[in-house]
């Protein structure tokens, strides 16, 4: 008989690739029946089915604003609605096991419930929320605000069975503030290869001149993209042929498009203004010549491999990246070019370097392709199935 997972998640589900590539990971095998409990995307909340997904969304819209108050009060609207869904799913169906994506790490109690009956829980820990609160409000660390969260991440972490984490500096990051090594395993941030081909796409450049650069996901200060629009404005100097795709929505998306209008960049800077389903995304992926990384230096971004890298390095796509601690730990300089963060200059030089030098390009794209041979989903998805068997 399948096991029956809820997986809850303050997310867009269609769009957000790790939590679609795990809860069909785990419906593939055939022994988990898997329902999300999601954001709603368009005006109404409504289940569907996707990729033999119950998906359900609940009637909380994604916060996108900088109101700390506000924030909070959306979380914990959709903690609310999830805590009664998940807790009737224990008296109206059969539930085995509750798997938790943060943030916030307090939707753990959305199962308390189930919890308390002897059913199984899992956090998945996309984020540090320590590390991330303070790069999201900008505020001077003070050592109460430090410790009131890291004992909201410990009392999470204690409350469940098992806690995934995205690469080995968060997971060693956790270990030394006390979440025991023995409870974590690591799911990384590799794109699906059902979904993001192993071999890179052949582009058809012999009818155009011009260079394609793509930034996809959230739209916000802290991840830099005030600063790639800017490196690519000098880089436009130099070359005019470019163009530069921003596919996403974020707090900072307004502040972006009014910057490529100041900057003249009008007619070549294309915003998507929205977050697009990874089906939709990935025809626009295999058109782009140069991914950009553009993150700003800060404690969460040090702990950070964005998924955006590898699903370029999935697709053959070369990418500029910052040199910061987590992606340095996975990525030599053959394999990205590098920039130092919060440069502007360092990130134009590596920009241009890149777009100017097309063997550079092909060169790079097939050297990232040894992290996915090492580190690929097909190498370590048995890590996940594996860890439901276990609990």
Known sequence: ???????????????????????????????????????????????????????????????????????????????????????????????????????????VFTGLIPRLFGKKMILDIHDSTPETYYARYKDNPNRFLYKLLCLEEALCCAFVNKIICVNHIQRDKLVKRGIPLQKIVISMNVPDPKWFAAEPVVRDNKSKNNIKLIYHGTIAKRLGIDLAIRAFYNVCKENSNMEFYILGDGEAMNECIELSKNLGLDNKIHFSKKILPI???????????????????????????????LEYVALGIPAVVPKLKAIENYFTDEMVSYFEPDNIESFTNSLSGLCANENKRKVQAEKAKAFLNHYGWENHKMDLINLYKEI
């Open 1 to 107: 008989m399948k096991k029956h997972v809820c997986m809850i998640g303050y997310t867009n589900y269609k769009s957000d690739a790790r939590v679609r590539r795990e809860a069909e990971t785990l419906a593939a095998t055939g022994d988990f029946e898997v329902s999300f409990l999601a954001l709603k995307e368009e005006e109404s909340a409504r289940p569907y089915e996707l990729e033999k997904i119950e998906v359900i969304e609940l009637n909380v819209k994604k916060f996108r604003g900088q109101n700390k108050i506000s924030h909070f009060l959306s979380y914990m609207n959709f903690f609310s609605l999830a805590f009664f869904k998940c807790s009737n799913f224990l008296l109206t169906r059969k539930l085995d096991i509750i798997h938790i994506h943060n943030m916030p790490n307090f939707l």
């Open 279 to 309: 089906e939709l995304l990935l025809g626009i992926l295999k058109d782009m010549d140069v991914g950009v990384v553009a993150n700003r230096r800060n404690s969460a971004t040090e702990l950070m491999l964005p998924v955006k890298l």
